[in-house]
Nanobody, 123 residues
Framework: QVQLVESGGGLVQTGGSLRISCAHS????????VGWFRQAPGKGRDFVGV??????YYTDSVKGRFTIWRESAENTVYLHMNTLKPEDTAVYYC??????????????????WGQGTQVTVSS
């Protein structure tokens, strides 16, 4: 059974940093792309970034501020967020995709999802 579990969300001030994690089980580590999405109140779920066998790819609004990496020994993917802004406030979801050979950015390209973790950036 595949499980993705996010953790590490919370409240942070504008300009601060936060690291959230996605622990996964039931997947062969490294054979899946792991992406991050976020959903702000009243809005749809938006792509944030992804790590695949090709490397990492980010949406423009987070480039240079957010970093994704894997820790294979922990079966965990991390999203580190710097210079946070109020507009980064959202529920953050990790998701796994079998499309590991390019950079999947659409929700429908992902096969498994976590339950989400809230990130709130105060102004």
């Amino acid at each position: 059974q595949v499980q993705l579990v996010e953790s590490g969300g919370g409240l942070v001030q504008t300009g601060g940093s936060l690291r959230i994690s996605c622990a996964h089980s039931g997947l062969t580590f490294g054979r899946y792309a792991v992406g991050w999405f976020r959903q702000a109140p009243g809005k749809g779920r938006d792509f944030v970034g992804v790590i695949t066998q090709r490397g990492t790819y980010y949406t423009d609004s987070v480039k240079g501020r957010f970093t994704i990496w894997r820790e294979s020994a922990e079966n965990t993917v991390y999203l580190h967020m710097n210079t946070l802004k109020p507009e980064d406030t959202a529920v953050y979801y990790c998701a796994a995709s079998e499309r590991n050979f390019y950079y999947p950015t659409g929700e429908n390209e992902y096969d498994y999802w976590g339950q989400g973790t809230q990130v709130t950036v105060s102004s």
